[in-house]
């Protein structure tokens, strides 16, 4: 009887350490789940971040241009009311 007992006892101890070896496979893949989460979240904000200075820097460059064009349609006005003015003293 005592034998029918260590038996039982044996195959319920490989049941546990078997349990146990899958157990923490599952931990280890859903740690490299954690991991692979983390590193994509990272990723993810460095193109953020680039993303945001590229458009800050788009969105400054067309201010720019838009502030060059008013300039020069000033500058081109002040420019063609100069030479009408020279033209017309030339008559």
């Known amino acids: 009887m005592i034998s029918t007992y260590g038996g039982v006892l044996s195959a319920i101890k490989k ?3 078997e349990l146990v070896k899958e157990y923490q496979g599952v931990g280890k893949s ?5 991991e692979g989460q983390e590193r994509n979240t990272a ?4 193109i953020g971040a ?3 200075w590229r458009w800050g820097s788009e969105g400054e460059n067309k201010k720019e ?13 002040g420019e063609s ?3 009408g003015t020279l033209l017309s003293a030339s008559y």
């Open 81 to 83: 009311q100069e030479e």
């Open 50 to 52: 680039i993303m945001e």
């Open 30 to 34: 859903l740690w490299d789940l954690v």
């Open 43 to 46: 990723q993810l904000e460095r």
């Open 15 to 17: 049941a546990l350490q």
């Open 65 to 77: 241009e838009s502030r060059g064009e008013e300039g020069g349609s000033k500058d081109g006005l």
